[in-house]
């Protein structure tokens, strides 16, 4: 039962093992900045040919088993990404609705967190575009998003909120009737409800069609 | 530490399903895809991977080769595969590519070789690989409760069996056995993935 080569590494594991040093401050704006800049050129193959190309030069001893399972995950990999890419080049997003979200008036934290969203519509389907900056950072918990009606009562739940990306508008569920967008900052309690926690709120300047 | 009260277990099982929580939703997200996801994984990860490149080079190597493995993991997302193992140890697995590539380019750089040993590429990978292991393991049994970890530690550093482990710290045999439990699947998962980059299965 009991792993011997684990055990063998837990033995050898030294203090300096566990040293932690971090990386400078500024290297995470050089991250997002390259990973924003092949985004915006639209680079669609994912790094394994990097990895495989320079595997080819390391003599490695599985350089050959190495090889041949990047050309197969390289193949793979990009049939993967090719569909959403293929949706999102198309120019048949329209925007419907834009606001920015505030952390105004709620839960305050060490650095402000701000956001915009976007409502967009795209081949008859309403999405939600958020991005939200200083997220919080609570082990433990996750972000969540909302749409919330004008009188704070109603609310719909989009789910977790993974990133900056576009969340789909539930069936029924309109930006009119639920113009708030809100995203609370939530246990992992299995609560279902609004933790009360609320990171960043705006309003989508949307009139209410039904009203 | 040796606990001897009983409601210590219960704060530590919330405290355990927490870390638990953001590791698997960090690896769960990642898998999905995303841009949040890599800033998530950055926060996490970066002073691990950062560490473990300090290893071997300079801190401005280090830097750069940080750079290039979280890069290098958002171009490849698409082949991160949650179920097989944690971001944390995919992650190490692909800066161990990007520390190689750093110490060929400073050695091929005459005049700049402030870098670590330069030793045949084959000793200097073996070594990575036991490097990249200590500090996988050594964060797995970090991200675990003190409780979770004593257990572990015991069981088999100190080679303890659980019902001794149990009666030490008055802890239910069950207990005993589902800390240790999580602790070897934490271990298990940092591992894993970070293999999965070499072998390729």
């Not at chain 1, 590494?9 to 990973?35: F, G, H, Q, T």
């Not at chain 1, 569920?173 to 279902?192: C, H, K, Q, T, Y």
Request: charged share 25%; aromatic share 4%.
């Amino acid at each position: 039962m009991v792993d011997e080569h684990l055990v063998a590494i837990m033995r050898a594991v030294e203090d300096n093992d566990r040293l932690r040093e971090m990386p400078p401050a500024d290297l995470w704006s050089a991250i997002e900045a390259e990973v924003r800049a092949e985004s915006a050129a639209g680079r669609t193959e994912p790094d394994v040919e990097t990895v495989g190309t320079r595997a080819i030069v390391v003599p490695l001893r599985r350089q050959r088993r190495l090889v041949t399972f990047v050309g197969a995950l390289a193949v793979a990999a990009a049939a993967a990404i090719a569909i959403p890419l293929a949706v999102s080049s198309r120019n048949e997003v329209t925007v419907l609705a834009a606001a920015p979200l505030s952390n105004e008036g709620l839960a305050s934290f060490d650095a402000t967190p701000t956001g915009s969203a976007r409502l967009v519509s795209s081949h008859g389907n309403e999405f939600l575009e958020v991005s939200v900056q200083n997220v919080p950072d609570r082990a433990g918990d996750h972000l969540e998003l909302w749409l919330i009606d004008t009188q704070v009562k109603g609310m719909v739940s989009l789910g977790p909120y993974t990133g900056n990306h576009r969340y789909a508008l539930p069936t029924g569920v309109s930006a009119e009737r639920f113009p708030i967008v809100d995203v609370s900052l939530e246990p992992a309690d299995g609560v279902p409800t609004h933790s009360g926690v609320s990171v960043v709120r705006g309003t989508l300047p949307v009139s209410d069609r039904s009203a | 530490m040796v606990a001897s009260t009983r409601g210590f277990g219960g704060e530590a099982d919330d405290a355990d399903a927490k870390v638990d929580d953001v590791d698997r939703r960090i690896d769960i997200a990642f898998a999905a895809g995303g841009d949040g996801v890599l800033k998530d994984a950055y926060e996490r990860y970066s002073s691990l991977v950062f560490s473990f490149c300090r290893r071997s080079l300079t801190a401005d190597l280090a830097a750069d080769a940080t750079q290039e493995t979280f890069v290098s993991a958002w171009r490849s997302r698409s082949t991160y595969d949650d179920t097989k193992g944690s971001v944390a140890g995919w992650l190490v697995g692909i800066a161990r590519f990007k520390i190689i590539e750093q110490l060929r380019k400073a050695g091929r750089d005459s005049g700049v070789v402030e870098v670590a040993a330069q030793r045949p590429d084959h000793l200097q990978d073996g070594r990575l690989e036991q490097v990249a292991d200590r500090m996988l393991v050594a964060e797995a049994l970090n991200q675990l409760p003190d409780r979770v970890r004593s257990v572990v530690e015991m069981a088999f550093l100190e080679d303890l069996t659980h019902a001794e482990i149990a009666e030490r710290c008055s802890l239910p045999l069950g207990t005993v056995k589902s800390d240790v439990r999580r602790g070897v699947e934490r271990m298990r998962r940092h591992l894993e993935s970070r293999s999965g980059v070499n072998h390729g299965s």
